[in-house]
């Protein structure tokens, strides 16, 4: 992950943490005093929102946890941190991507995990190289047109 990624992580779990994790549990006290919580919808709204900034507080510490950071090099190969053009089926728009998890996507680029088939198809291909990759709906070829920092 790039050092910038990390730091808008970082920064995402210390919100969470610091002020919405306060904030609906206030929320949540004033609906306890509300009065009766059977039916009470201010109390079940800010509960499941609770339940949400909790899950994403675990998820972000977690990774974290694990989280490298590492300087993505200019080499031409895809690797983590790049950006990838790429023609799929022979033909086509070219389509263009940062090759990295959805949390680090920036410059406007969505992010192709690469985890994912597609992704896992083109770690390591250079431009020039057609890749094939199994989905569900068949088997698809990609050529990598541009990889760049």
């Given amino acids: 992950m790039s050092k910038e990624a990390l730091e808008r992580l970082q920064a995402e779990l210390h919100e969470l943490e610091t002020k919405a994790r306060p904030d609906i549990i206030k929320r949540i006290k004033e609906a306890r005093e509300l009065g009766d919580l059977s039916e009470n919808a201010e109390y079940h709204s800010a509960r499941e929102e609770q339940g949400r900034i909790e899950a994403k507080i675990r998820d972000l510490t977690a990774r974290l946890k694990v989280t490298e950071v590492g300087e993505v ?77």
Wanted: overall charge negative.
């Fill in 73 to 149: 090099v200019d080499d031409g190969i895809v690797s983590h941190g790049k950006i990838v053009t790429f023609k799929q089926g022979g033909g086509g728009e070219p389509r263009t991507y940062l090759y990295a998890e959805r949390e680090e996507a920036r410059d406007g680029l969505d992010a192709l995990s690469p985890e994912s088939p597609m992704g896992k198809a083109l770690a390591g291909a250079k431009v020039g190289d057609k890749v094939s990759y199994e989905a569900p709906a068949g088997t698809f070829e990609i050529e990598v047109i541009d990889v760049r920092t």
